[in-house]
């Protein structure tokens, strides 16, 4: 089985080290534009669900008490 390594953890070279080392799976890490793409493409997912007032952060994954519209829009 291969994993697709992306986000901001893909270029922290320890984390990726720990995580191969324990995974039972081959990581495969994209090339930087890549990683870079997507993660501003997320970030601007998660803006624009904030200006929306809708969700972008679950307690499920963040372990909070209740999910929220989490963040701070600054506009000119």
Same mark, same amino acid.
């Given at each position: 089985?291969?994993?697709?390594?992306?986000?901001?953890?893909?270029?922290?070279?320890?984390?990726?080290?720990?995580?191969?080392?324990? +995974?039972? +799976?081959?990581?495969?890490?994209?090339?930087?534009?890549?990683?870079?793409?997507? $993660? +501003?493409?997320?970030?601007?997912?998660?803006?624009?669900?904030?200006?929306?007032? $809708?969700?972008?952060?679950? +307690?499920?994954?963040?372990?909070?008490?209740?999910?929220?519209?989490?963040?701070?829009?600054?506009?000119?």
């Amino acid at each position: 089985h291969s994993v697709l390594v992306t986000g901001g953890g893909a270029f922290n070279t320890t984390l990726v080290e720990k995580i191969r080392r324990h +995974a039972f +799976a081959n990581l495969v890490l994209p090339d930087r534009m890549l990683v870079e793409f997507k $993660e +501003a493409l997320i970030f601007a997912l998660l803006g624009l669900l904030r200006i929306r007032r $809708e969700t972008n952060c679950l +307690a499920s994954v963040t372990g909070g008490p209740r999910d929220l519209s989490a963040g701070t829009i600054y506009l000119p």
